[in-house]
């Protein structure tokens, strides 16, 4: 049951080195390479998320993941203490839209929604926690 | 990320090697800004190269597709390695963008 913790600055260049870590930690433990970068990549886009918005004072903060690879599922916790804020309440992108119609934001989400078997917000006090999990197939 | 700009005739290629992500999107924002400003009848990014592209990443990319059209410059990618290529189809960039498999198809298209 391999577990890793990894504890983020909220700092853009962060989200590199939790992508790098967490790759190494899923193929080390097998999971398949278009799963690999899947699920990096939809960590990628909450870190970001998180680190671009959750946050409305100049001071430092930890944003805590909790990497779990057990029972055939590999899945990530982040938990932050920013303001309270669901991304999944986002409008989703129209992917239909012309170029000019398109909003810049949301695409992040929708990306994770598309890639991630489970994605879920939860508020608790005064934390965010977001969850992520891929089933291997 | 590593950005090599070639000028071939009017025809201007960027050969991106690296991740294209939050980190390193203002980097090729900024190259971006400058080769349209000099206004190449086509721009050409070969993409062969990134491994790796989040929203951050293609956000950019929509931004240079609006900014060439009033100067009227062909935009086209190329080199999409296949887990990039999903994620353009997952975000319905695929039909925004002309893709083309390698440089020289981009440009002679």
Redesign the interface.
């Known amino acids: 049951m391999p577990r890793l913790t990894i504890e983020l600055a909220n700092r853009i260049e962060e989200v590199r080195r939790l992508v790098e870590t967490t790759e190494d930690f899923a193929q080390n433990g097998g999971v398949p390479p278009a799963v690999v970068a899947r699920f990096a990549l939809a960590l990628d886009e909450l870190a970001t998320n998180v680190i671009s918005y959750a946050f409305n004072d100049d001071l430092a903060h930890i944003i805590q993941v909790e990497l779990a690879l057990e029972d055939g599922r590999l899945s990530a916790e982040l938990i932050d203490d920013g303001r309270a804020f669901d991304p999944l309440q986002a409008d989703a992108p129209d992917m239909a839209a012309a170029l000019d119609d398109r909003p810049i934001g949301g695409l992040g989400i929708h990306i994770v929604r598309k890639t991630m078997d489970v994605v879920r917000y939860q508020r608790d006090g005064n934390k965010n926690r977001l969850t992520i999990a891929k089933v291997i197939g | 990320m590593d950005i090599t700009q070639i000028d071939d005739g009017d025809a201007t290629v960027l050969v991106l090697v690296g991740?294209l992500?939050?980190?390193t999107a203002p980097q090729l924002g900024t190259k971006l800004d400058t080769v349209v400003a000099q206004r190449p009848g086509v721009l050409v990014l070969d993409l062969d190269g990134v491994d790796?592209v989040?929203?951050?990443g293609?956000?950019v990319l929509?931004v240079v597709?609006?900014q060439v059209r009033e100067p009227g410059i062909r935009l086209a990618l190329c080199g999409l390695r296949a887990?990039v290529r999903e994620?353009f189809d997952?975000?319905?960039l695929a039909q925004?963008f002309d893709i083309f498999p390698d440089r020289v198809a981009a440009r002679d298209n």
């Open positions: 991740r992500d939050g980190g790796y989040s929203s951050a293609l956000r929509i597709a609006k887990h994620l997952i975000s319905g925004v």
